[in-house]
């Protein structure tokens, strides 16, 4: 799965980036039970999950920010 875009990002809904999320941190949490039992074969994964929760938040602070 390709790191996810910005574009993409901002046209979803409060909703739909809370659940982006939400499964973001499920992947992430499986992926690193991959990792310590040795069946994990893209490490890169993590890292880019990672940074998709943290691109999501970061947009989602802005959009919050300019409503107010």
Known sequence: MAPMKVEDIRAMSDDQREEAVLNLKK??????????????????????????IARIKTIAAQVRAKKK
Do not use: I, K, V
């Open 27 to 52: 992947e992430r949490f499986n992926l690193r039970f991959q990792r310590a039992t040795g069946q994990l074969e893209n490490t890169s994964r993590l890292r880019e999950a990672r940074r998709d």
